[in-house]
């Protein structure tokens, strides 16, 4: 089995979000399975430099209306990857079985290959039905279409060229990044226009729960963060919490908890609704850290909160992995009260490190994050109101000062496996069905 992977982010080279983790260690789980799987991404600013790759075609000439654009392909191999880099001719000779593509982004891929009679299977990852890739009617001439054409019915949906609506029409296999998610968006409420052809695909809908990759987020082996710990021995722990109080200008004291949220500052993620809840939540009381950018306003927001509340709040509005992994590390409780969440994977990681969420139940949060006696791993909240969210996060710091629940509670969220192991399979089934090689 070849499998062409498509993804406009790919970690470590260039990313926004969780799409980029997904694409740098998904391929690398299901290559261990047997596969043969090469990525391909578009060549941005933060790519690796041109001399740490391979040329793998000098010249590729791509054709649009009008001009031709001449490019290359670079090639270089994924970090934790044992699969050397193909020589140059090789690759252009990769002759895929199947093409997995991510987002829309990638949403002409399925279009272009079901209207070309050897065109290839493909599998489509729905990874935020939101990013749609919409664009004017008139710009079809720019990717080569004919308004009359069979191609425009593909690729038009509700007056506009919309690339995920074509990607879901004419993907053979369609899958998005956890159960819950597959369920929701065939409903208008989380649908985003498209539940309509999300349902006429029912039968081809799959949900496969992400993973994270534990070699490369695990206190274990950290090398960011201030003393490493484990589950077995936690006492690492409380030495990240305070040098990331320390860190950040923040009253250095074990006996708060501290409560944090590194996110893309967008609707989706409901922080709007926990900047309206924190000064009654700071009342617990509590530290907050929020690591975050995205919407100018909000960025203004939790800028002001910190400003106002200077030794409960600090608000780091920027892009940085270094401090994302010692939030991880140095904080108890990690909160995420998102509007729908496909998978989000920074509850998994946030379980890692034994930081307990405190999540609202949708999507992907809620098909990993239980309050249930037994088999606990956090705190759960329905309803997307500043209270509702309140009052989880009171229930999280009640738990957490109670130091024996507490451990227990940590312990069992850090020996969570939420490693590519399961879903890679159900990767490579789906390539399997696209494929024809299984029903
Ligand atoms: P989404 O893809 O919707 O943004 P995910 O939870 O799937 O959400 O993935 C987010 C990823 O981006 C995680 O790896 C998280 O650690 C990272 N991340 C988000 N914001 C920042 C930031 N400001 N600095 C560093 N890492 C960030
Ligand atoms: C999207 C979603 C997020 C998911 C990630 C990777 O960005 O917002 O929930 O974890 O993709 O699939």
């Not at 489509?124 to 039905?129: D, E, R, S, V």
């Not at 004919?146 to 995920?164: C, T």
Request: hydrophobic fraction near 40%; charged fraction near 20%.
């Amino acid at each position: 089995m070849k499998v062409l992977f498509v993804s406009n982010e790919v970690a470590p080279f260039a990313k926004v979000g969780g799409l980029a983790d997904v694409a740098g260690s998904l391929p690398p789980a299901i290559a261990e399975r047997g596969p043969d799987i090469r990525v391909i991404m578009p060549q941005h600013r933060s790519c690796p430099a041109d001399e740490e790759c391979e040329i793998a075609l000098p010249s590729l000439s791509v054709q649009s209306p009008g001009q031709a654009h001449v490019c290359q392909v670079l090639e270089t191999r994924l970090p934790g990857t044992d699969r050397a880099a193909i020589a140059a001719n090789r690759a252009l000779r990769f002759n895929a079985d199947v093409i997995h593509a991510n987002d829309w982004p990638t949403g002409l891929i399925p279009a272009f290959q079901s209207l070309n009679p050897l065109g290839l299977p493909t599998v489509f990852t729905i990874h935020n039905l939101a990013y749609q890739g919409r664009f004017d009617l008139s710009r079809a001439a720019a990717i080569d279409i004919d308004p009359a054409s069979k191609a425009m019915r593909l690729i038009e949906h509700g007056g506009q060229i919309n690339y995920m609506a074509a990607a879901i029409r004419c993907a053979r296999i369609i899958n998005t990044v956890s159960q819950r998610y597959a369920r929701e968006i065939q409903a208008t409420a989380f649908g985003e226009g498209l539940d309509g052809l999300l349902r006429e695909r029912a039968d081809d809908l799959y949900g496969i729960l992400n993973g994270i990759d534990y070699d490369h987020w695990s206190p274990v082996n950290d090398a960011e963060i201030a003393a490493t710990y484990s589950a077995g021995d936690l006492s690492g722990k409380a030495k990240c919490k305070c040098a990331l109080q320390r860190e950040l200008g923040l009253p250095v004291n074990p006996d708060l908890p501290v409560v944090s949220a590194i996110s893309r500052l967008v609707y989706q993620k409901g922080l709007d609704v926990l900047a309206d809840a924190l000064p009654k939540a700071l009342g617990l009381p509590i530290q907050f850290v929020l690591l975050g950018t995205g919407a100018p306003a909000l960025e203004d927001r939790f800028r002001a909160l910190a400003a106002r509340y200077p030794e409960a709040i600090s608000a780091q509005i920027r892009y940085d992995e270094g401090l994302a992994r010692r939030i991880y590390a140095g904080s108890d409780i990690f909160v995420m009260p998102s509007r729908y969440e496909p998978c989000g994977l920074t509850q998994l990681i946030a379980m890692a490190y034994g930081t307990v969420p405190v999540v609202r139940a949708t999507g992907g949060l809620a098909d990993t994050v239980s309050e249930h006696d037994g088999e606990q791993t956090g705190f759960v909240f329905t309803c997307l109101d500043p209270s509702d969210l309140a009052a989880a996060l009171g229930r999280a710091v009640r738990a957490w000062h109670d130091s024996p629940r507490w451990r227990t509670l940590m312990r069992r969220c850090m020996r969570q496996d939420y490693s590519w192991s399961r879903s890679a399979g159900a990767y490579i089934e789906l390539y399997e069905k696209a494929a024809g090689i299984r029903d």
